[in-house]
Every structure is written in C-alpha cells, then in structure tokens.
C-alpha cells in the first residue's frame, strides 16, 4: 500500500501563503490525490481533490479563491498551494489517495474512499 508524507505546514500569520506536499512511496500515476484538514475538537473534512490525470479539481466551498491542488506525477507528489490563510484555516492537513485508473466517481468527500492516508502536517494560521 502506498505510503503518504505531508510537509509544508507551519505557524504564519493572517494572509499569509504555503505550500504543502504530499510525498507517495511509489508511483501514483493511476491514483486520484485529496487534501483533508482536521482543526481542533472538529471532524476530519474534506479540503480539495484532483483526479489522476490533473484534469479535475474540486474543493470544498470554503476553500475555493484561496487554495489550489496539483500533483506532479514525475515526483510521486501532490501539493496544495493555500493562500489568504484565515484562522480558520488552521488545521492538521492531510492527505489520501485512491486508485482510480479509469476515473470512475466515487463520493470525494468521504474518507471511507480512500486507500492510503498520511499522517499529516500542522498548519497554524494566528491573527
């Protein structure tokens, strides 16, 4: 099973941008790739989704403007780009990936879906 390594997160400021990488232990070419974040006392939710050719994205409507997910299959690794950070951004990202090598739909924001979960980076976002 596919090993998944966040890095990136950090304590910034309000407005402030980073970017956070999700290393795969192999080749992820056939997986569709998902930021999830988990803040304090709340559920784990879904963040953003690319499909396993880079050609789909969604993201959760809180996010949309200010996030952007991309992978770069060469390097077995997934970013996502958050900018315009707000407090209530801050939060442990994570990531999960799933195979989907022919890009069947599947229900993006639930974590049953994925196969493979990093353990995740902290991200503190402080006004």
């Known amino acids: 099973q596919v090993q998944l390594v966040e890095s990136g997160g950090e304590l910034v400021q309000v407005g402030a941008s980073l970017r956070l990488s999700c290393a795969a232990s192999?080749?992820?070419?056939?997986?569709?790739l998902a930021w999830w974040r988990q803040a304090p006392g709340k559920e784990r939710e879904f963040v953003a989704v690319?499909?396993?050719?880079?050609?789909?994205?969604d993201y959760t409507d809180s996010v949309k403007g200010r996030f952007t997910i991309s992978r770069d299959t060469t390097k077995n690794t997934a970013f996502l780009q958050v900018d315009s950070l707000k407090p209530g951004d801050t939060a442990v990202y994570s990531c999960?990936?799933?195979?989907?090598?022919?890009?069947?739909?599947?229900?993006?924001?639930?974590?049953?879906?994925?196969?493979?979960w990093g353990r995740g980076t902290q991200v503190i976002v402080s006004s």
């Open positions: 690319i499909n396993w050719r880079g050609s789909i994205r």
């Open positions: 999960a990936a799933r195979r989907n090598p022919v890009g069947e739909g599947f229900d993006v924001a639930d974590g049953q879906a994925y196969e493979a």
């Open positions: 192999e080749r992820i070419s056939e997986h569709a």
